[in-house]
């Protein structure tokens, strides 16, 4: 986990490794109580976007229904038997 800091009038204040992690602190986001911002070494505030993961595409089995054909199934019936 990177360093973070209290980003201040006076300058930046350290925030120890541990208690960043407990609370799940995140440069650009701000103090509840001080309403001052969590910045990095380089004062940077800007926070890094979220890791996006690869969407699976439904397979396509192929297989196209008309509305009839659907309510027969649903009604446990089918309309191609004599």
Known sequence: MEELFVATEQGNIPIEPRIAEKYNLKKGVKTPFSNHTIVDKNGNATPEPPKKEPVEE??????????????????????YTT
């Open 58 to 79: 439904p397979e396509d089995e192929g297989i196209i229904l008309t509305t009839a054909e659907v309510l027969d199934f649903a009604a446990g019936a089918d309309s």
